[in-house]
Nanobody
Framework: QVQLVESGGGLVQAGGSLRLSCAASGRFFTNYYMGWFRQAPGKEREFVARIWWSGGSTEYADSVKGRFTISRDNAKNTVYLQMNSLKPEDTAVYYC?????????WGKGTVVTVSS
């Protein structure tokens, strides 16, 4: 079992930046993918970005490409989501997830609010 704790959310004006962190602990495997998802009010949860813990390859949703960057710090067992040029439509609860073929471990989320 992997425990995931997100942090770094908050209120920011449109065009601003935030960096989210996801600290992982517990039984953790280097073949895991670490992903960021988000759920806006009244909408379904959607994929944002993911990174392969071992190799570092990344993937992004089209809506955040060029604005968000996912990265990891192996020594700290932490994954980051750098979010730039934020838009009001980025407002959501952001969740960190981990797993191999499927995401089996989830954090409780951190709230990001982007004001216009």
């Amino acid at each position: 079992q992997v425990q995931l704790v997100e942090s770094g959310g908050g209120l920011v004006q449109a065009g601003g930046s935030l960096r989210l962190s996801c600290a992982a602990s517990g039984r953790f495997f280097t073949n895991y993918y670490m992903g960021w998802f988000r759920q806006a009010p009244g909408k379904e949860r959607e994929f944002v970005a993911r990174i392969w813990w071992s190799g570092g390859s990344t993937e992004y949703a089209d809506s955040v490409k060029g604005r968000f960057t996912i990265s990891r710090d192996n020594a700290k067992n932490t994954v980051y989501l750098q979010m730039n040029s934020l838009k009001p439509e980025d407002t959501a609860v952001y969740y960190c997830a981990a797993g191999s073929s499927t995401y089996t471990n989830w954090g409780k989320g951190t709230v990001v609010t982007v004001s216009s």
